[in-house]
């Protein structure tokens, strides 16, 4: 066997080794999203912090708000204090 397939076969192996792994793993992930699911529903758990719901919409734009008047409450400062 040349050198050249050696190494193609070497990449080969270590490609279907790669691939069996992230199968593997993507099984497990799937059988946690089943449980974690089975487990809200026993446990009655509610989702309160959907991205784009209502609630997370509302303390987004609240916290957007607090940075803005934190910004310009620091640059009042820095006004002032050129000014003085």
Sequence with gaps: ???KKKNLSQISTALMQARI???SAYTKLQN???FTAHIKIQLEIEEHWVIGGDAYNQ????????????????????????VV
């Design 59 to 82: 303390y987004s734009q609240q916290t957007s708000q607090h940075q803005y008047h934190t910004a310009l409450d620091n640059l009042e400062h820095l006004v002032v204090h050129v």
């Design 1 to 3: 066997m040349t050198q």
């Design 21 to 23: 792994c992230v199968d």
């Design 32 to 34: 946690v999203e089943v």
